[in-house]
């Protein structure tokens, strides 16, 4: 039943009806009699209102915050990252909405798509979990009338575009790199991976053991993770290969499940290394070493400037942190 409806049944204007079911009617004189008439008669017709009308004419809810999740291999990061923003902005009782869209590598349309349908539900803060790179459309135009906040900007080697409110860094080409360089000084080379990894190295000389093509978005990351294994076990059993590093902790596992299995040590036969620091990685078969991006501490910055006016740069640098458990050989610092 609409508003019009209950106005037509009760005799009244729809302008009447709608005060009286509003938050305030007091703020328009209307006689607590007929609120209370209009409000017993709207619960017996089952009347439910528009909620959604509601929010885009709210005040309050256009200066909530938009939680924009990127859904995709990043996700052993990203969702303890919107966890822990939802539980922050429902402890300050700040209005926010979450939507969600598939990565880039996964579907080119779907980003540009939920950009325009965050902007239609008129909110004016949007922050994005997770990995945002040059192949996101970053033209002013797309994001017009969005304070934008990118806690993970996944490109330090090109200058971050004047519009974003916020570009969180974190140098992935240059820890890589140095993480190679640490690897190799402690003769636990030659080094397995996967293009994604690799391409971050690319200053790096050294030698790999074999670089294979990166899995498919929609794939499931332990069984890809077991056929790496697969592909470097002859490499591991010939001295050839010493250590494996993915972008995926998921990957690690599977892998590292597989190599248990057939009879290698780790880390004395390969040492294994993962990506995200999930909340999984210390409870692998063997716990995992990892890497650590700061998504979630520049999140946190963010709505700390959001919700209690902390100060908050344009562009902050966060270093990325190896995280070393038993699945590696001590590597120095």
């Not at 990127?70 to 939507?99: C, I, K, W, Y």
């Not at 803060?125 to 900007?153: E, K």
């Not at 402690?186 to 899995?215: F, K, S, Y």
Request: with cysteine; charged share 20%; proline share 7%.
């Amino acid at each position: 039943m609409t508003v019009r409806e209950l106005a037509k049944a009760l005799n009244l204007s729809a302008t009447t009806v709608s005060i009286a079911l509003s938050g305030n009617p007091e703020r328009y004189h209307l006689s607590a009699k007929t609120v209370q008439r209009v409000r017993e008669f709207a619960n017996q017709a089952g009347y439910v209102p528009n909620q959604l009308a509601i929010k885009l004419f709210s005040k309050e809810s256009q200066n909530g915050v938009g939680l924009l999740l990127l859904q995709g291999s990043a996700d052993d990061r990203t969702l303890p990252v919107l966890n822990a923003a939802m539980r922050f902005l429902t402890e300050h009782q700040r209005e926010h909405q979450v939507f969600s869209c598939l990565d880039i590598h996964t579907d080119r349309t779907s980003f540009p798509e939920a950009i325009r349908h965050i902007r239609g539900m008129k909110l004016q803060h949007l922050v994005v979990i997770g990995p945002v790179m040059r192949l996101y459309p970053l033209t002013p135009q797309l994001y017009q009338g969005l304070q934008l906040y990118f806690p993970d900007y996944d490109d330090d080697q090109n200058p971050v575009p004047e519009f974003p409110r916020f570009a969180g860094l974190s140098s992935r080409q240059e820890f890589h790199c140095r993480l190679m360089e640490r690897i190799a000084r402690q003769g636990l080379g030659p080094v397995a991976t996967h293009e994604a990894v690799a391409d971050l190295c690319g200053g790096w000389q050294g030698e790999w053991a074999r670089v294979l093509q990166d899995e498919a978005p929609e794939a499931n990351c332990f069984k890809v993770g077991r056929d790496y294994a697969e592909e470097f076990l002859p490499l591991i059993r010939q001295g050839k290969c010493r250590t494996i590093i993915v972008h995926n902790d998921r990957i690690a596992v599977g892998a590292m499940r597989r190599l248990l299995e057939v009879g290698i040590q780790i880390p004395g036969q390969v040492q294994i290394l993962g990506y995200n620091d999930s909340e999984f990685a210390p409870y692998a078969p063997i716990p995992l070493t990892s890497v650590r991006t700061p998504l979630g501490i520049l999140t946190r910055k963010i709505l700390g400037h959001l919700v209690l006016g902390e100060e908050l740069p344009r562009v902050l640098c966060h270093p990325l942190e190896l995280i070393q458990r038993e699945s590696s050989l001590p590597l120095p610092e």
